[in-house]
């Protein structure tokens, strides 16, 4: 009992540490836009699913593994609430033993990863709507910092402040993508693992919904080289 009362306390103290990473500044320290806050919020729940929502329900799912199995069983039953509580960040094969503990066939696993897959589209398409301000911003933001410098208005080190805005930007970005590809990955390989080489119609819907997610993920990749080629031309190096 004291160790589960330590893991929970440990849960509660790593869930209280990433709610505090939110930020309302950029890497200069001015106020994000409200496209910027948007976009962090939106992108930042999504990386949290991935990340540290993996290490949140492993440790979680430990705990209640541990805590509804038999002494001898615990440290076994405390690994199998690991692999369920992480879902899909926690890897495919995590994700794979989740849907076959909580449904009986195959039928209502595969309709529950689409429902999954289904639900990861509609918030990736919210993320790339926001990044679309967010570079459109930026260009303009980009536009101004060039004009102001050729005419003297800033020096080159204001301008490299003003341009770091842009640069986060940019990193965010590649980091939200970077993140979005692992993701696809695993529901791939979960769906190979669970469809396999099916033909039926939840398979071909399956296998629909995660070519719509690589879709969208490379008309986010698109946004983001959009704003990187026009940051590269800038005067400012």
Known sequence: ????????????????????????????????????????????TYNQTIAEGALLGC???????????????????AAIGC?????????AGAYVADK????????????????????ENGRLANVIATTEQ????????????DKDLAAGKITMDQAK?????????TAYLDSTLTELRKRQANYTEAANTLAGKGKSAQAKELNSEIADMERQI?????ERDSLAKRRTVSRVG
């Open 1 to 44: 009992m004291k160790t589960l009362f330590k893991v929970t306390a440990l849960t509660l103290s790593a869930s209280l540490l990433l709610s505090a990473c939110q930020t309302t500044t950029n890497s200069n320290g001015e106020p994000l836009s409200p496209a910027e806050q948007r976009l962090r919020q939106q992108a930042d």
């Open 59 to 77: 440790v979680l799912g430990g705990v209640l593994g541990a805590a509804t199995a038999q002494k001898g069983n615990r440290l076994q039953h």
């Open 83 to 91: 692999a369920i509580g992480g879902g899909i960040g926690a890897g």
């Open 100 to 119: 076959q503990e909580k449904y009986a066939n195959k039928e209502q696993q595969l309709d529950s990863m689409i429902a999954d897959v289904r639900e």
């Open 134 to 145: 967010v570079v459109a911003e930026d260009k303009e933001r980009i536009e101004q910092i």
């Open 161 to 169: 402040s003003k341009m770091a805005s842009v640069d986060s930007n």
């Open 218 to 222: 490379s008309q986010l990749q698109a």
